[in-house]
């Protein structure tokens, strides 16, 4: 955004601005926020769009925001005289709080520009049922386990000893066991001897893709969402599921899922958040 402003300069082109998670701007002392102050009066009309502007406790949070909106006209010229309006501040540890209907008399301030939608109000959604499926170990997967957890090393079946160089690695490697396998990282030369990266996987247990088998079983006819974290899970739960289909990076398989027409659908938590 910086960059974006000292570009341009005082001839900035864009009369329409449209900020997503606006909450980044809520900080009235930082580099983004003065850069666009600095063009906001070249901006006839500026929207702001977050699921979360303030904290519950803080609405101090909001004042950057809506002064971007406003100018100070509602909330004050500046994060002084917001304070000293709305907040009770203790003089020696700077702790804030708002002051007896500050919250209320905030939200009728800024009232006239904001808009908010809440869930229940526009979703037919009924509440989830949560169904907490344990999956035991079983003796061998459970004994590897513990390997890991109290020395950072492990045994595979075929005498590869994998060891974890940190206690993140170790945290990792616990995981993948609870999956059904391990990687073992390996370091080769190329042709130029140059040192390349690589890994091994070893398999230890299918006891979760059993546990999907059930479930599958249990709702032969509902569409499921299934979340996996590695790659050898997602290979696994391929071959175990010929119709599982993997999410597109591009959502191109979201009107199709919506339909109910993808029996099972394989997302990355992180990508498919997207």
């Not at 979703?123 to 061998?140: A, Q, R, W």
Request: net charge negative; charged share 30%.
């Amino acid at each position: 955004i910086e960059f974006v402003v000292e570009a341009w300069g005082d001839d900035w082109p864009y009369d329409v601005i449209v900020y997503d998670e606006s909450s980044g701007l809520k900080n009235s002392k930082s580099s983004r926020w003065k850069a666009f102050n600095r063009i906001r009066p070249l901006v006839k009309r500026f929207i702001q769009m977050t699921a979360t502007p303030n904290s519950e406790s803080d609405y101090a949070d909001l004042y950057g925001q809506i002064t971007l909106l406003d100018g100070g006209e509602r909330l004050g010229r500046n994060i002084h005289a917001f304070e000293e309006k709305f907040m009770n501040i203790n003089r020696y540890t700077r702790a804030r709080e708002m002051k007896d209907g500050a919250v209320e008399r905030i939200n009728e301030l800024i009232s006239d520009i904001t808009l908010v939608m809440l869930q229940e109000d526009y979703g037919d959604i009924p509440d989830p049922t949560f169904n907490d499926i344990i999956v035991p170990l079983g003796e061998d997967a459970a004994s590897k386990y513990e390997q890991m957890a109290n020395g950072g090393v492990v045994t595979v079946d075929d005498g590869t000893v994998i060891m974890a160089d940190s206690v993140a690695t170790m945290l990792q490697k616990m995981m993948q066991i609870c999956s059904g396998f391990v990687y073992e990282g390996i370091e080769e030369l190329d042709e130029d001897g140059m040192p390349i990266s690589g890994r091994v996987v070893h398999d230890i247990h299918d006891h979760k893709i059993e546990a999907l088998r059930k479930l599958r079983k249990q709702y032969p006819n509902e569409p499921m969402l299934v979340s996996y974290t590695h790659k050898r899970t997602l290979s696994k739960i391929l071959d175990a599921f010929p119709d599982a289909v993997k999410m597109d990076t591009k959502g191109y398989l979201q009107k199709e899922w919506n339909e109910g027409k993808i029996p099972m659908l394989l997302m990355h938590p992180q990508s498919g958040a997207h």
